[in-house]
């Protein structure tokens, strides 16, 4: 009996321990979870996207709101009043709702649009692609390609060429512009503007109107250059090879059959194969033979 009672005294204060200990983890939780659960706790206001903003715009009184920021987490540059983001351009893209922060804004007197998201000492150069030079769509704002550019035979003896010529280049926007073709109808071209260098701006302005060009995208940390030597078509396929030639064989007539057999010629005959900048060429040279290697059949 004693020792029933005993386990069950000890039972009973598990039990109690166990309570207790719950209460006072839910207790401590509840103390520390309540400045942000409660409503009424805010640290101040917040001008958040009333919708999508793209990089460059410039923010106008419909594209922001006021809310309350809760809790005491206040992000460093938050932005407080409309006014403080009015008239400036945005340096990123902004979600909906998402708050504005200082570091996204461009400084105040700078406008916005593309100029706003260069860097200094850089240039943003626009080029007119299709799907095939585009990586068929995949190319957006912020990724790094590099840039082909494959030119036609240049000079006698010349062939087409495809080398890269710039590497890790920053695509800034994707847009569209339009034109017209050669029928004189209206069509719209997808145009990718690039961050470059001003020699780089040069040399892609040049490469565009003499060959033509293609963005292969790469990793976004791949960044190291790639030195490459180009490729020419006639690299595609390999060196020619000539096939076996046939047989030199001389035929005559006798008792009405014809006979074959292999016929010495009179000369010999050296020729010569070299290859230019992938064309083929092919030289001969003879000489009479002496007399007594030829075949008097």
Do not use: C, H
Not at 176 to 201: C, H, I
Request: no cysteine; proline share 8%.
């Amino acid at each position: 009996m004693a020792v029933r009672t005993r386990s069950l005294v000890l039972l009973f204060l598990a039990l109690a321990s166990g309570v207790a200990a719950a209460w006072l983890s839910l207790s401590y939780l509840r103390r520390e979870t309540q400045p942000l659960l409660n409503p009424g706790t805010t640290a101040g206001k917040a001008i958040v996207a009333a919708k999508d903003l793209p990089v460059g715009a410039t923010i106008t009184e419909q594209d922001v709101r006021v809310v309350d920021w809760p809790g005491n987490a206040v992000p460093a540059g938050l932005i407080a009043t409309p006014q403080e983001a009015i008239g400036r351009g945005l340096m990123a893209p902004v979600k909906l709702n998402e708050p504005l922060l200082d570091s996204k804004l461009a400084p105040r007197g700078a406008g916005g649009g593309m100029a706003v998201i260069i860097e200094p000492g850089k240039r943003a150069l626009s080029l007119r692609v299709d799907d095939v030079v585009g990586v068929a769509g995949f190319v957006q704002p912020n990724t790094r390609v590099d840039i082909l550019l494959t030119m036609g035979a240049q000079g006698a003896g010349g062939e087409q060429t495809t080398k890269a010529i710039l590497q890790n280049i920053l695509a800034l926007a994707i847009g569209e512009t339009t034109e017209t073709n050669a029928q004189g109808q209206a069509q719209v071209v997808p145009v990718v503007t690039v961050l470059v260098s001003p020699e780089q701006a040069e040399t892609l302005a040049l490469a565009s109107s003499q060959g033509r060009i293609q963005m292969a995208m790469r990793n976004q940390l791949d960044t190291l250059p790639i030195k490459t030597q180009g490729t020419r078509v006639s690299a595609l396929l390999g060196p020619f090879r000539p096939g076996p030639q046939p047989p030199n064989v001389l035929g005559y007539r006798r008792g009405g059959a014809v006979i074959t057999s292999p016929r010495t010629p009179a000369t010999e005959e050296t020729i010569v194969e070299g290859f230019r900048g992938g064309e083929r060429s092919i030289t001969r040279f003879t000489r009479p033979k002496p007399p007594e290697d030829r075949d008097n059949k």
